[in-house]
């Protein structure tokens, strides 16, 4: 199919456009504003998008509708930006130069100390408010998951995020709302459907055209490194300086981002990014709402994706287990050719899936839960939010009327080389009556299935009682009890 | 100075004790704060990057840098060899740690060698292409293998002693024995290290450096250069958070970066990646605490005998007096009849561990801790009843171990407050009923007091220098020996300022703090900011005022009494005239409008080898209750509520202080919760990153969290403006937060057991606890049936 070609990439940062051609193709965002634009209100804290100093936001146009998302600029490549509004904490004030609502708030409630996470934190809260005019503390507290502040304690920042809402957002008080309009027209007229090829001395950054030319371009260099939402990719760049060349960046594939649902299930394409993913996956599984918040922070949800979470194959993946456990199935792609496997035979040792060069990974099928299922997710780690599993354990039961087991499928992450189903457990479960003997069985027979390592996130003997202690708990709320922590009684209540 | 704004006769605005904004505020959430990766690069700005040793102890035969000079962009390569003066920063003076390390390495991350190119991503990674080869030397990373393995002290043991220790034991009617074992931290300061240094003439190089002890920096830059310390300048105008992790760790990226430009004749900056920072600088000292209580059945304790032993990594840095200070704050608010209590400053093969937020304290005053709990369980009592019994006060017991007096004990008052505003005493009866019918979800609360001695234990670091200039137009330029890093420490000290001359706060300009305008500044560090520079820079305005009242008393023929600095005037005699006039007629006559303020904290003393002495001006006072919930299967849990009620004197800045105590609060919980630093069998730390390294998020944060100053105290003695310092102490306040969930576990075994949660009670360790625990009333319950049977 024919595209057009372009050789450079196209975008706006702050009130200006921008054209950028021959750059590196592991430049990263927060490389380019600081050293190259001298944007230096925008920090580098971690180089590996958990502390959130590098915050800024990037506008994008999806489904015609322009809006703005906080990512990490450490972990962002410069090659994913065309066709999106980069806006940094230099751009954040009122149009008239007097503080922006979040800033006067974060002034005002003692929000700063060393000041260092503050651009980072502005970023986030400014996000929040254009997207949210009352937030709830839940809803402060998940947008800063991704945001370290290492003197407050959050709690003048938390409150700064409550007093900024008495402000709404109109064209007096925020430039991207003044600017709106115009912007929404700019990136439609740079999106313009072309080829993007990079030319630099360390390699080639590809931004397809369209998802075909993608499979065009990967089968003629199957070595390429895919990049969605670099969310793992940048690590590769910023920690271990490994070379990633030739890129392809996949992010803003409109093909990859459709999301359906129908009586079958859920098929997510495999650019859709956990933020993108939220409300039509817990419409269909509710039970993966907390999981789903305690992936990564906000920024790492607003850029990763559920594909890239299956294609680099992590044992500790979060999304594997909840998606093993309900029998999704992976669709994958080289050139015109599709093949679709279950997602559980996709992995297959550590460090190796079942994926041939060329090949990428095109969408999820997950299928709606069976009536008189049983499904729950638990992630277990050091710290609640943003951080990577210990372990993590899907369950997905089906009894009769009678009340035995007909179908038990269990999945955990981090109990193993790849994320990995629990045979022994779930065969000590079927055909049993679902009650507290078959539970213990079930409970014992996991340390058939697992031999689990002992690191710095957990030791064996902690992950393999907390894994079986996972199946009490999911007996104990399949039968109504409490068996959790409740998170926020107060707001629940209200 | 905008003199057109009209200045008010009645009220200075920012005056001392009014809740101000920090001085940098607007510029923070505006991004136009300049840390010093920020700063314009002069032309030729060349960039450093070390190359670590990938043993934890090791020979080095041999370190072949040839693919390194010969990597693109690298414009020298530099080992300890080419350090030109003594290859030695050890603020210790133990000529023990080496700018780089030459023969032999000590830890795993030790730097080995420095290249410099023209951009940072080349020094990079033209530093990972050096070859080293090693013969590998046994290594020990743990503090109890250390002892074990005999390992050297790093520094001299300190021992307190009072009483008769063994008698003590020995007559006590009930007596316990155990072992803590508390973890270390990372400082985790959102900026990491940097230094950026610009040659200038002879041996002349000024440094930026992000450091709390420019002094030092100077120091060791100059020892370093093998020059004085005239030739070196160092300057910060504000660090992104420090928290005791840019004391000393500062020196050696200042070191390299200051050899480096002087080598080469062009600037050089060195900033590490953050996993390379987090690899190459010291942390908070793990400690394992064994300890030895003599008690009686009301829960009075008679005879402590405790060794504090701690990681303090392969040479001695600031671990004498860390180990030091841990014995300093192991009676907390207890008098002990008779103790000894001994420090082991234990080498290890890992970083060398340095000053963190409390220096030691903390460990001490858990362990400390932990020694009340013991009891408490052991007698089946609230751990609160057992502090209270204890508390320093009555007749006879007001003697700490190191034989000072507490004169300002005002715990008793705190405590009680705390628990009637808290409602203690009704939740923890609730928490127990709810515990009883709730199997999986368990609740704890505890209430834990601190007392915490201000003043560095070092007699001599207590001193301060500041300069004041008022320039003709009235307009103040405040500059001070401390440094600023988050905590507000020019905020307030130009609130002491404005106060003096009283004058609007805006009035004066804070400056970056730089060695060529106050000289021989101690670290700011030991909480002791405000308390040094903020009567450092009082002293310099009573100078200036001194000199004005004379010039004003003379010129207008009034009694000096009649000359009065009031808001934004001077009244002179009947006159009212404003500052900036006057000032302008003070410089036409030729008054000097400049002074060097000083201070040194009097009636202090420390004789380290008798152990005797009043090392502390004075205490800081707090105490909080926490209420958490734990899952006892998965030992996950959190925080629901904290009250927390502190002493900080006269609040120069209420909410300054406020945010003190509450940063502090959430830091020391992360500390005691899921920070954890996690080495492997080869030496290596780890958890070097913020994905491997956990330290609180806002979701992690209290849910409810009451944290009210105690505003009737007041300091008595005349600090300044009878404030008290506010850095430190609080940060112990979140024991309570640890002690909570070991009474969650405690619920297993019906409060009947010691729950003995080590530290950091990470949900693992929770779990664990709450195992072994019910290991515990399983085998009781199997004993009970035997006997039932017998």
Redesign the interface.
Known sequence: MAHTHRTSIRFRLNDQTVELAGFAPDLTLL?WL?LDR?L?????????G??G?CTVLVGRIDNGLLSYETVNACIRLVGSLDATHVV???Y??RPDGE?SA??QA???N??????????GI?ASLHALWLAEPNPSEAD???Q??G????????????KAAIAAAATLPDADNDRLVAAYDATTEALATFADGARVTIEHERGTTFVPGDLDDLAVLYEAHPKATIVAGSTDVGLWV??H?RDIAPVIHIGHLEELKQISVDDAGITLGAGVSYTSARGALVSVFPQMAELWDRIGGEQVRNMGTVGGNIANGSPIGDTPPPLIALGASVTLRKGGNRRTLPLADFFIEYGKQDRQPGEFVESVFVPALEKDAFFAV?K?????????S?LCGAFHVITDAEGVVTSARIAFGGMAGTPKRAQAAEAALTGRPWRWDTIQAARLALADDYQPLS?????A??RM??AQ??V??FF?ESCG?????E??P?LAEA | MDTSTPRSRTEISGGAHVSRKHDSAHKHVTGSADYIDDMPEPAGTLHGYLGLSDRAHARIPSLDLNAVRASEGVVAVLTGADVPGVNDISPSGRNDEPVLAEGKVLFHGQPVFAVIAETRELARRAAKKAVIGYEDLPHVTDVRAAMDANYPLVTDPLKLERGDIEAGLAAAPLRLKGEMRIGGQDHFYLEGHIAFAIPGEDDEVTVWSSTQHPSEVQHMVAHALGTVSNAVTVQVRRMGGGFGGKETQSNQFAAIAAIAAKKLNRPVKIRPDRDDDMIITGKRHDFVVDYDVGYDESGVIHAVDASFAARCGFSSDLSGPVTDRALFHADNCYFYQDVRLVSKPMMTNTVSNTAFRGFGGPQGMLGGERMIEEVAYALGRDPLEIRKANFYGGEGRNVTPYHQTVEDNIIGRIVEELETSSDYQARRAEIIDFNENSPVIRRGIALTPVKFGISFTATWYNQAGALVHVYQDGSIHLNHGGTEMGQGLNTKVAQVLAEEFQVDLDTIRITATTTGKVPNTSATAASSGTDLNGMAAANAAQQIKTRLVAFASEKFSVPAEQVEFIPNHVRIGNELMAFGDFIKLAYQARIQLSAAGFYKTPDIHWDRASGKGRPFYYFAYGAAVSEVSVDTLTGEYQVDRVDVLHDTGRSLNPALDIGQIEGAFVQGMGWLTTEELWWDDEGRLRTHAPSTYKIPLASDRPKIFNVKLADWAENREPTIRRSKAVGEPPFMLPISVLEALGMAVASIADYQVSPQLDAPATPERVLMAVERLKALVADAEMSGKDGADA
């Open positions: 490389d600081r001298r230096t209100g925008t920090k580098e804290g971690c180089a590996e958990d502390c100093a940094t904490v230099e954040l004030n503080l979040v800033q974060m002034v005002d003692h929000g700063s100390q060393c000041g260092f996470c503050t651009p502005v402060i507290e998940r800063l998951q945001n370290l502040c290492r003197c407050t304690g959050y709690e003048p920042i938390v910023t920690k300086m638990y277990i780690s050091k710290r609640r939010d943003e951080d990577i210990a690191d710095w996130r957990a030791s003997d902690y009682l907390a202690n996972l009490i708990r104990l009890a409490p068996a959790r922590i998170r926020h107060a």
